[in-house]
């Protein structure tokens, strides 16, 4: 399992288990917060900007979240039903990333 490190200048690494530096990830600006998805197939960073990105594990830009005020976000699931046929359903799991504003707030994000 990889791990974000975010160093006191803003700069932010994705690590291995072992501390070997995988990627500087981010766009140049100091990163504030950044959290893996369950695959860790892609990833949120926020800026002290306040601006939100989602993005690969290769560090591209895949959405533009938000442009300010947000602090920190996070991965979240939950899981919802599907119904299949008449008499079974089944249970799928979903992503969502949980915006953790400024001012203390929150909002939810589907990805």
Known sequence: M????????GQAYIRTDSGTIIRKVGNG???????FNNNEEMFVITYNSGRCELRDRKNQLVRMIAEGNIAEAYFKQYA???KRTFLSRK???????????????TQSFDI
């Open 2 to 9: 990889n791990y974000f490190e975010i160093k006191p200048d």
């Open 29 to 35: 600006e100091s990163v504030n917060h950044a959290d």
């Open 80 to 82: 919802s039903e599907v």
């Open 91 to 105: 249970k799928e799991v979903k992503e969502y990333v949980l915006l953790v504003m400024k001012d203390g707030s």
